[in-house]
Each structure stands twice: as C-alpha cells, then as structure tokens.
T-cell receptor, first 112, second 112 residues
C-alpha cells in the first residue's frame, strides 16, 4: 500500500531563517505531488505541483520554492522566512488527474 | 480557474441531528471531490462525483452532484461525535495537470 511521509511535524523558526520541508511517498511510482498551505481555520491553498522529476509548477507568487530531486521526493524550501509563511503545510500525492489526492500528516510551521 | 463557494462556514448541531453542506460553482464542473479533515489532522478523501445527477452513499453520508454539474452537497444523517471536523469540496480548475481548488470548508461542531 502507499504511504506518504512528511517531516518535521512541527517547526518554529525565526523570521529570516531558511526552511526545508521534505515529503516522500512509498508504494507507488511517478505520482503527481503537491504542496498546499492551510492558514489556521481556513481552506487549503495550492502552492506547487509536480508531475515528474524536476518538473515544478507554481500556483502563487511567494518566497517559497519547491524541488523534486527524486521520483517520490518533494521538497519545499525558503531562503528567508516571513511571518506570513506561518501555517500548516501539507504534501499530497495522486496517481494522476482527475484522481483523488492523499495527504501527508502535515508540518505546522510557526515563524516568530 | 474554477472557483467553488461552500456554505455554511460553520454548522452547530445537536448529536443525532442531520447536517448538510453545499458547494456551488458558476461554471460547469467536470467532477467534484469531497474531503474530511478532523481537528488537528489532514484532509482525507471521501468521494468523487463525476456524472450529472449522481448520488452516492457511504453509510450515513449521502453525496449528490447537481443535474447541471454546478453544485454538490454532502448530507450526514443522525450525526455522531465522530463526524466532527471540516468538510471540503474540491475541484480541478482544468487546463492540465493542476492541483485541486478547495472550497473554504464547512466546520461541523456537534453538541452532545
């Protein structure tokens, strides 16, 4: 069966510090991968998606970036965090469009 | 891209009462998905609707897709405390390998 991992589960970082969140998927190959952000009590905002190694599409302008160095690895990064980057970051995978998405446990990021 | 409006934002019910959340779009949808997010958790896929007028049931949950494929609803009969959470509808904006566009969600609060 397929499993999606995200780490860390929680993170507190000062403004201006770098960020690296990692997501890995097991049990499937060539998945579509996604990064979403959820503000407290709010809906999910799509940040990035990838349909293959090295292929990244960005949905919103921001100071975040994403990379997919391996088929089942998706990384979310920032060089300098802003207060507005705080939120719940969720990675998801899908076997393709228009299939359902499976979410990881998420990372709660607080920028102080 | 396609936008979906979800109502109500919050719904308080007594345990045992029914609950319904609605998702509306100004444009015709190719399909619609529903997710549930427990407090502190990540979204979990519930169902996908594709056909006009489609009705699907999962135990006490009934999902409907409108005849014009512009609206959908999720109805829970005789709510239980395990139903607490936020229910999201989600659609593909189209035009390629895009991620999901989520509604803002309906927070279901159950009073015992």
């Amino acid at each position: 069966s397929q499993t999606i991992h995200q780490w860390p589960a929680t993170l507190v970082q000062p403004v201006g510090s770098p960020l690296s969140l990692e997501c890995t998927v097991e049990g499937t190959s060539n998945p579509n991968l996604y990064w979403y952000r959820q503000a407290a009590g709010r809906g999910l905002q799509l940040l990035f998606y990838s349909v293959g190694i090295g292929q990244i599409s960005s949905e919103v302008p921001q100071n975040l970036s994403a990379s997919r160095p391996q088929d089942r690895q998706f990384i979310l990064s920032s060089k300098k965090l802003l207060l507005s980057d705080s939120g719940f970051y969720l990675c998801a995978w899908s076997p393709g469009i228009p299939y359902e998405q499976y979410f990881g446990p998420g990372t709660r990021l607080t920028v102080t | 891209g396609q936008q979906v409006m979800q109502i109500p934002q919050y719904q308080h019910v007594q345990e045992g009462e029914d609950f319904t959340t609605y998702c509306n779009s100004s444009t015709t949808l190719s399909n619609i998905q529903w997710y549930k997010q427990r407090p502190g958790g990540h979204p979990v896929f519930l169902i996908q609707l594709v056909k006009s007028g489609e009705v699907k049931k999962q135990k006490r949950l009934t999902f409907q897709f409108g005849e014009a494929k512009k609206n959908s609803s999720l109805h829970i009969t005789a709510t239980q405390t395990t139903d607490v959470g936020t229910y999201f509808c989600a659609v593909f904006p189209g035009g390629g390998a895009d991620g999901l566009t989520f509604g803002k969600g309906t927070h279901l609060i159950i009073q015992p």
